[in-house]
């Protein structure tokens, strides 16, 4: 058994631990055969800066969130399966691989959720999108990283217990028969 003063001091260690500074190398804690490391090797990001350019305006209003990041996040998104961009932003966030994806630290704030969704509403056209979408799934197939011969639809059926009025409907018929089964036994 533990003793009491032994618990404190591991509790007192785990705390003082949490709080912890330390310099590390984002890079070296992203896995060698990590997907993203693989995406960022075969498709040239830099692409997409000549693509948006005319969308942007150099000498006029606020410094604006970076195009290639925007576009990395909505990649992010829908590698991985996260449904929407909030969620994404906080897993992002969190995710030392998504970082070094991105370009970003571990201390650099991450665009809001809302900037992202405001440049695919209002800035990127959708002509511009589906190019850029059909260009990366290009850059990716061509290294050999996708493939279109197979796809995989999970088609499983699942029935919904969403009908209230059967579960009622069955507990009434369940209180009758025991109702009966009293009146029978008299």
């Known amino acids: 058994m533990i003793k009491k003063k032994a618990v404190e001091k591991m509790l007192k260690q785990e705390m003082e ?67 929407f961009l909030r969620r994404t932003v906080e ?11 991105l370009g970003y630290t571990m201390s650099d704030k991450l665009p809001h959720f809302a900037t992202i969704s405001y440049n695919f509403k209002h800035r990127f056209t959708e002509q511009t999108i589906e190019y850029i979408f059909h260009w990366v799934l290009d850059e990716i197939a061509a290294h050999h990283m996708l493939s279109p011969e197979a796809v995989f639809i999970d088609g499983t059926h699942i029935k919904a217990s969403a009908n209230m009025k059967k579960r009622i409907k069955e507990k009434y018929l369940l209180l009758q028969k025991s109702t009966k089964n009293c009146l029978w036994k008299r």
């Open 17 to 83: 631990n949490r709080s912890q500074m330390e310099f590390f190398c984002i890079y070296q804690f992203v896995p060698k055969k990590h997907l993203l490391r693989k995406i960022d090797k075969a498709v040239d990001f830099y692409h997409i800066y000549e693509l948006v350019e005319d969308l942007y305006c150099p000498d006029n209003g606020r410094p604006s969130c970076d195009p290639v990041v925007l576009f990395k996040m909505v990649i992010i998104q829908h590698l991985y399966g996260i449904p």
């Open 91 to 101: 897993e992002i966030n969190m995710n030392v691989a998504y970082r070094w994806f």
